[in-house]
């Protein structure tokens, strides 16, 4: 699951652009961290999309 801001609005002090939050469960084990991307929202997005899949990869998922 991934959730966050991407901008160009919607970041206030507490979540700036750029935070977002992933989690993967393989029905075992939920782990979830949040990452901080530079960049505009495409940039944001593609980084979010790169991170959720290394996810997966390192749970061995997929």
Do not use: N
Not at 36 to 54: H, K, N, P, S, W
Request: aromatic letters at 4%; a negative charge; zero cysteines.
């Amino acid at each position: 699951a991934v959730s966050g801001v991407a901008g160009p609005g919607g970041g206030s002090a507490d979540k700036p652009v750029g935070t977002v939050w992933l989690a993967w469960s393989d029905g075992q084990q939920v782990v979830s961290e949040r990452r901080q991307f530079d960049g505009d929202r495409e940039a944001v997005r593609r980084q979010t999309v790169i991170a959720a899949l290394e996810g997966l990869l390192q749970l061995g998922i997929g």
